[in-house]
């Protein structure tokens, strides 16, 4: 199983997104989806921040590929913004990835490519 896979299939909280909170159902944050650690990780995904993630996908690979980081950040981010957790409007540039920017690099070596996807300057997919 790849790191990317690993980290869509097993949460950082075992119990699913948003169910060590109050009540559960509640957003669902990076460190929900993503094994990344500190501020980012308690940070809501917000509907920018999987848009930016798209576009880099698009810009470095020529497409945002099926089931890549974008794929995943899109529902969550959709549920965060139904539940009210993110900003929108003008204030829509407060997302983790509107602040500290994503990245898509992509690495070609004999027989392989290898890809690694950042959010505010962590790994979120090899």
Do not use: H, K, W
Request: glycine residues 12%.
């Amino acid at each position: 199983m790849s790191q990317e896979e690993r980290l869509r299939t097993q949460p950082a909280n075992p119990d699913g997104p948003g169910q060590d909170r109050p009540g559960g159902g509640g957003a669902v944050l990076y460190g929900d989806v993503f094994a990344v650690e500190g501020e980012l990780a308690r940070t809501p995904i917000a509907p920018q921040d999987a848009a930016m993630m798209q576009a880099a996908e698009s810009a470095v690979l020529g497409r945002a590929p099926r089931g890549g980081t974008a794929a995943v950040m899109q529902p969550a981010a959709r549920r965060n913004d139904r539940l009210g957790v993110v900003a929108r409007g003008v204030a829509a540039t407060d997302g983790a990835a509107a602040e500290c920017g994503v990245a898509v690099t992509e690495a070609r070596v004999p027989g392989a490519r290898v890809v690694t996807e950042f959010v505010a300057d962590q790994v979120v997919s090899c």
